[in-house]
């Protein structure tokens, strides 16, 4: 939501700039995850026993949904982008993991419903 407010702010074109949208979106995604790994590696995180077993495929899955979710709540502006998400999200590994995150993407819906922007 931080994304629609942030461009809307700026005047920004949806329509025209997909691309760069697009590229971004991917790099927001693989950075959290490269951070997620970083931070479960350093030295505090192993004495403690931290680890991360998250995949970067479930990353990427589930931030593509996340901004699919909040992006088709404002098709008008967001279309392109919402349906090039969906490409995503339908792809045979994002159907697996829908199935697998079912539980948490249902528990973060219901939590969705109550903001409005």
């Given at each position: 939501m931080k994304m629609h407010h942030y461009l809307r702010q700026w005047g920004f074109d949806?329509?025209?700039s997909t691309a760069f949208l697009r590229s971004t979106i991917s790099q927001m995604i693989r950075y959290t995850f490269a951070t997620?790994?970083?931070k479960s590696?350093?030295?505090v995180a192993k004495s403690?026993?931290?680890?991360c077993e998250v995949q970067q495929d479930q990353v990427i899955w589930l931030g593509n949904h996340a901004f699919h979710t909040v992006f088709s709540r404002k098709p008008k502006i967001y279309g392109p982008l919402i349906k090039w998400l969906q490409?995503?999200?339908s792809r045979p590994k994002g159907r697996r993991l829908r199935k697998s995150f079912?539980?948490?993407v249902k528990e973060g819906l219901s939590t969705l419903t109550l903001l409005a922007f």
């Amino acid at each position: 939501m931080k994304m629609h407010h942030y461009l809307r702010q700026w005047g920004f074109d949806v329509k025209k700039s997909t691309a760069f949208l697009r590229s971004t979106i991917s790099q927001m995604i693989r950075y959290t995850f490269a951070t997620m790994r970083n931070k479960s590696s350093n030295r505090v995180a192993k004495s403690c026993g931290g680890r991360c077993e998250v995949q970067q495929d479930q990353v990427i899955w589930l931030g593509n949904h996340a901004f699919h979710t909040v992006f088709s709540r404002k098709p008008k502006i967001y279309g392109p982008l919402i349906k090039w998400l969906q490409v995503e999200l339908s792809r045979p590994k994002g159907r697996r993991l829908r199935k697998s995150f079912r539980g948490i993407v249902k528990e973060g819906l219901s939590t969705l419903t109550l903001l409005a922007f």
